[in-house]
Every structure is written in C-alpha cells, then in structure tokens.
C-alpha cells in the first residue's frame, strides 16, 4: 500500500492571521493552496485573538518562531508597539497589516495599498503622473493614499471623502510626500471631469447593496480608468456604470489579491502563485 506522508512535520513554518472574528477569513484556504501548489513547507491557520491577548498572542507567535502573521480587524493599530521595527510606508499609514519574523526580529508593513498598486500595475496602470480622485478617506483610502504617495506619486490627487476631520488629517499626512488636495462631494463632476484614475474606497455599492453608488454615470468618461475596492460583488454598480461609459475597469477582487500576493512572498522569499490564489478567491465567492 502506497501511504501519502503528512506534510505537517518539524520542518514546516507556520503562518496565522490574527484577528477577532476571523471565521470568516479566505486567508487560510488562500495562502494554503499556494504554498501547497508551490510545495512550500509552510501551514497557514487563523487565531481568534480577543483585544485584551494581543500582545500576549504575538509574543507566543515570536517564542514558537512563527514565520509571519496577517493582522486584521480589530488590531491593525494596536499591534504596532508589539513588533521591533516597522517601515516607513507603515508607519505613515498608521497600522500594520503583516509581520515577518526573522529569528525572533518582528518586522512589521502594510500590505493593502502595496496591494492596490500592483492591482493598478497588473492592469497596466502606473498612477504616477496621472490626475486622480480617491473617493473616500477611511482606512482603505488611508492605505491606497499614503502608498502611492510614497511609492508613485500622481501629479495630483484628490481626496474626496465625507468626514471632514478624517478627510483633511489625510491630506495633511499625505501632503508634504506628493501633490495631494482636499475636497468634498460637491466637487466630484468637476473633479473627475479631469481624472485619468477614479479610486473607490469606501463600502458603498457592497452586498447586499449592490445597486447603491455615489457616482452618477454621466461623470465617467472614456480615458477613465475606475478602480473599486469592494470585491463583494466583484462587479459593483459603478464599475457596471464605468465599463458601459467606455471606461476600464478594475475589481476589488486585484486589490484583495495584490496584497495577499505582497505577504505570501514576503514570508516565503518566492513569488506568489496568484493564478492559483485567483481560483480560489473566485470558487469561495
């Protein structure tokens, strides 16, 4: 009889999200199929981690020389004073979404705006030079802001978001890196109007609202390229507008991969097998 030898051994490196919930995260499934398809000796698992353990958490993960950590909701923040250094995208960010730990040395970065400019760049997008509108001013908006301010600064962007104090600290962080200008709804004709790039942040246009948008369809224009970070739907109400105004158009879907992609190869030191982390994420939504 020909038995198949576990691939859980002594030799294999784990990663985990940390986060409260986390049932629900694709993480696991996702990074699992890569370093499987890769033949990587490596484990992925999800730990519910309450606020109050966090510290605790990421100091057991550093004794047991875990090999990354993703860090979600509700923990970003807090668990920047748990690491040993964190970079300087990051920290202009103001939370971490990954850790890498190299011999007891927790290295921290955020991983969600790298991952919406490679989702820019896999679609043959550079955002430098260009004339862009970010829409919303959330932690999303944060990320995708403060990377693209940092690593491929338009000439100039605007933020346009509903939360004034929100909208204008961004925009004053952002501000010294890259020609960054605040505004608000009530701007947005005039706005896109000239844009190359529309970036949508914020959860409008979401299940279950799928009909909900906050851009008229007569705004969008030919020469427009409309990326929206909502991937559920993965085509939502406004990339349907765009797409039938003449637009290209970018899933949220590129952006969830873009930094899943960021972490696996950042932990395994090879490129990521983003086909199959595609077929995964498709076959789980």
């Known amino acids: 009889m ?20 986390v ?3 694709l993480s696991p499934v996702l990074h699992n199929a890569g370093f499987e398809a890769l033949d990587l000796p490596f484990v992925y698992v999800a730990h519910d981690i309450a606020p109050g353990s ?7 993960a550093r004794t047991l020389a875990y090999r990354g950590l993703s860090i979600t909701i509700p ?8 690491v040993d250094q964190i970079d300087e995208t990051a920290r202009a960010i103001g939370c971490i979404n990954t850790i890498v730990n190299d011999n007891g040395h927790l290295k921290a970065t955020n991983s969600d705006g790298l991952g919406a400019l490679r989702a820019l760049e896999t679609a043959g ?36 978001g509903v939360d ?39 959860p ?17 224009h ?10 559920n739907p993965r085509r939502t109400r406004l990339l349907r507008d765009a797409a039938q105004r003449g637009c290209r158009v970018i899933e949220g879907l590129e952006m969830f991969l873009g930094q899943a992609s960021v972490q696996f190869e950042l932990w395994t030191g090879v490129p990521a097998p983003t086909q199959v982390f595609r077929a995964v994420v498709e076959a789980s939504l």
Do not use: Q, W
Request: aromatic share 2%.
């Open 222 to 231: 030919p020469g427009l390229t409309v990326f929206d970070a909502v991937y």
């Open 54 to 60: 966090l510290s605790d958490a990421i100091r057991a």
């Open 75 to 82: 923990h970003k923040m807090a668990a920047m004073s748990c």
């Open 204 to 220: 409008v246009g979401m299940h279950p609202k799928e009909d909900n948008t906050l851009v008229l369809p007569e705004l969008l």
């Open 164 to 202: 004034v104090s929100e909208r204008a600290k961004l925009v004053a962080d952002a501000c010294d890196k890259a020609n960054v200008v605040e505004s608000d709804l009530s701007s947005l004709a005039t706005e896109l109007s000239s844009a190359d790039l529309l970036l949508h942040t914020t």
């Open 23 to 25: 049932g629900h995260s």
């Open 125 to 160: 997008v550079s955002p430098k030079g260009l004339n862009v509108v970010v829409l919303g001013s959330g932690g999303a908006a944060r990320a995708i802001v403060m990377t693209l301010a940092m690593h491929a600064p338009p000439a100039r962007l605007a933020v346009i």
């Open 2 to 21: 020909n038995l198949k030898l576990p691939r859980i051994d002594a030799r294999v490196r784990v990663c985990a999200i940390f986060g409260h919930p």
